[in-house]
């Protein structure tokens, strides 16, 4: 059912906008783009360039990135034991987007890579904030505690955050387009950017899964992981960079989206429980359809004008962000 909802909502968000595209005109057009079938009479040229060269691959894009993000969000919940916690906890977003921010306001660009030159840097950026976030917890951690991880992440966010800020408004002709990038867009994605962030999602949810085992042993905590025989302290490290990886590139790519990777895996557990062979991989599709329709939702409620993506999610997942808190803070009475 799940999949069938994540077909459903690429569906939706491919055949609805200015132009709107029935179903039945939509699999016409894939047809005739993927395996040369002839098209209807009643489908125009400009449809098809409509849904094939802008809405499906920003269609896939969202998709992917909301499963990126969902994915980390999973893992970085169980590695810290916190239901709050996301690669956004660690620095990653705050990294990736000063990288972003440099690359803006200096106008560099990387002769061998061209246009990968933006999602390039602030990826090495958000994984760079990440490394140092591990390194400087180890010093202070010999035994690498959530709460120290946690901690150090913030700091750091926060550091980061002002540099970007300083940043922003030293370059005010640059201002409006740094503040625009923090807030997240799938406009302008090519099929080449859903190819990149396709196989790292392919590759990053394979390599996640491999630990869904270990996973399932660290909600229990430290202490009983390492009774079961599970290295917590590599453990940590393997995953949080893995997850980091997810972040760094869905960000590097879109800007900067928040609360995907906090709603997702409360969902996917609510449904299909805490095993996160399961959770891991329902987490990727709920999340994916997720974005597609907050995406669908940005570019159609206020027609012509364009919303941020981030302000969407953000409305949906400030009111969830508080739920999760205070939930918790009842439990604990």
Request: proline share 3%; hydrophobic share 45%; aromatic share 10%.
């Given at each position: 059912m799940l999949f069938f909802i994540c077909l459903l909502s690429l569906a939706v968000g491919a055949g609805a906008g200015s132009v709107p595209i029935s179903p039945a005109d939509v699999l016409a057009?894939?047809?005739?783009?993927l395996f040369s079938l002839p098209l209807p009479e009643q489908i125009s040229?400009?449809?098809?360039?409509?849904?094939?060269?802008?809405?499906?691959?920003?269609?896939?894009?969202?998709?992917?990135?909301?499963?990126?993000l969902a994915a980390s969000g999973t893992v970085m919940q169980s590695v810290l034991r916190n239901p709050l916690a996301s690669s956004y906890t660690l620095g990653v977003s705050s990294g990736a987007s000063l990288g972003a921010a440099l690359v803006i306001v200096s106008g560099f660009a990387l002769p061998a890579?061209?246009?990968?030159?933006?999602?390039?840097?602030?990826?090495?950026?958000?994984?760079g904030t990440v490394f140092a976030v591990i390194a400087f917890a180890?010093?202070?951690?010999?035994?690498?505690?959530?709460?120290?991880?946690?901690?150090?992440g913030m700091v750091f966010s926060l550091f980061v955050n002002a540099l970007l800020t300083l940043l922003s408004v030293l370059e005010q002709n640059y201002m409006q387009q740094l503040i625009l990038w923090?807030?997240?867009?799938?406009?302008?994605?090519?099929?080449?950017?859903a190819g990149i962030l396709f196989v790292v999602l392919f590759a990053g949810v394979l390599y996640l899964c491999l630990f869904s085992g270990q996973m399932d042993m660290m909600t229990f905590g430290e202490e009983a992981a390492q009774t079961m025989g599970v290295d917590t302290k590599r453990g940590k490290r393997k995953l949080i960079v893995a997850a980091s990886l997810l972040t760094?590139?869905?960000v590097?790519?879109?800007?900067?989206?928040?609360?995907?990777?906090?709603?997702?895996?409360h969902v996917a557990r609510k449904v299909f429980g805490p095993a996160h062979r399961y959770a891991l991989p329902v987490s990727v599709l709920f999340g994916g359809a997720f974005m597609v329709l907050a995406d669908l939702a940005a570019r159609t409620v206020l027609s012509p004008t364009e919303l941020p993506v981030g302000a969407v999610t953000a409305l949906i997942g400030a009111p969830f962000f508080a739920w999760v808190y205070f939930k918790g803070r009842r439990a604990e009475a």
């Open positions: 057009i894939l047809g005739n783009r040229a400009n449809q098809v360039s409509i849904l094939w060269n802008l809405r499906l691959p920003r269609c896939l894009c969202a998709f992917l990135v909301g499963g990126a890579v061209g246009f990968l030159t933006l999602p390039l840097t602030g990826f090495v950026f958000g994984l180890s010093r202070m951690d010999r035994g690498l505690q959530n709460q120290t991880i946690i901690l150090t923090q807030m997240g867009s799938f406009s302008g994605r090519s099929w080449e950017e760094g590139t869905a590097c790519f879109t800007g900067t989206i928040g609360f995907i990777d906090l709603i997702a895996p």
